[in-house]
T-cell receptor, first 118, second 114 residues
Framework: AQSVTQLGSHVSVSEGALVLLRCNYS??????LFWYVQYPNQGLQLLLK??????LVKGINGFEAEFKKSETSFHLTKPSAHMSDAAEYFC????????????????FGQGTILTVHP | DARVTQTPRHKVTEMGQEVTMRCQPI?????VFWYRQTMMQGLELLAY????????DSGMPKDRFSAEMPDATLATLKIQPSEPRDSAVYFC????????????FGAGTRLSVL
């Protein structure tokens, strides 16, 4: 079964600083990987996804993530943090069976709360 | 702009009462998911459907929770009887196998059971 680990439940950065949110996964088959963002009192919104094409994936709001198979990682980065980036971020992996068939079910990490200081 | 619609957005009820939450998935999406989010447990998958058929409801307390899809445009999650520990935000999401199974989330129903 697939699993996701997000390292650090809270990350704090200064405005303009690099944002790095860490995600490691375990999967016996090539996964689909996702980053979602949740703003207060809202549902989750897709930031970006990896579906076995380019390993560097660009998403909305200047975020990007790199799939590294050797490290089983899919870390989320943004070169310069903005106050509006303050939110909770979730990494997720798409469950697939041994034959690679997906049933649409996602396994989510525990989330990382990003705080941006002026 | 297509979106998942959940009603009600907020619900306050007393212990023992029945609660029904509704979800309208995005038109054309054939997979619907129900999640519960709490501070302690994070985001938990309760149940999901494909083409209106339940695929997995192992995350749901069977004695009090039930999930159904009466038609392709409506999914319901019922709690009967409700308990204070059911207080949480309940999210519905919909998706399709095309495009890597992206799930689109509704804004959630915030349930408080007193």
């Amino acid at each position: 079964a697939q699993s996701v680990t997000q390292l650090g439940s809270h990350v704090s950065v200064s405005e303009g600083a690099l944002v790095l949110l860490r995600c490691n996964y375990s999967s016996s088959v090539p996964p689909y990987l996702f980053w979602y963002v949740q703003y207060p009192n809202q549902g989750l919104q897709l930031l970006l996804k990896y579906t076995s094409a380019a390993t560097l994936v660009k998403g909305i709001n200047g975020f990007e993530a790199e799939f590294k198979k050797s490290e089983t990682s899919f870390h989320l980065t943004k070169p310069s943090a903005h106050m509006s980036d303050a939110a909770e971020y979730f990494c997720a992996v798409n469950e697939r069976d041994a034959g690679g068939t997906s049933y649409g079910k996602l396994t989510f990490g525990q989330g990382t709360i990003l705080t941006v200081h002026p | 702009d297509a979106r998942v619609t959940q009603t009600p957005r907020h619900k306050v009820t007393e212990m023992g009462q029945e609660v029904t939450m509704r979800c309208q998935p995005i038109l054309g999406h054939n997979t619907v998911f129900w999640y519960r989010q709490t501070m302690m447990q994070g985001l938990e998958l309760l149940a999901y459907f494909r083409n209106r058929a339940p695929l997995d409801d192992s995350g749901m307390p069977k004695d009090r929770f039930s999930a159904e899809m009466p038609d392709a445009t409506l999914a319901t999650l019922k709690i009967q009887p409700s308990e204070p520990r059911d207080s949480a935000v309940y999210f519905c999401a919909s998706g399709t196998a095309l495009g890597g199974n992206i799930q689109y989330f509704g804004a959630g129903t915030r349930l408080s059971v007193l």
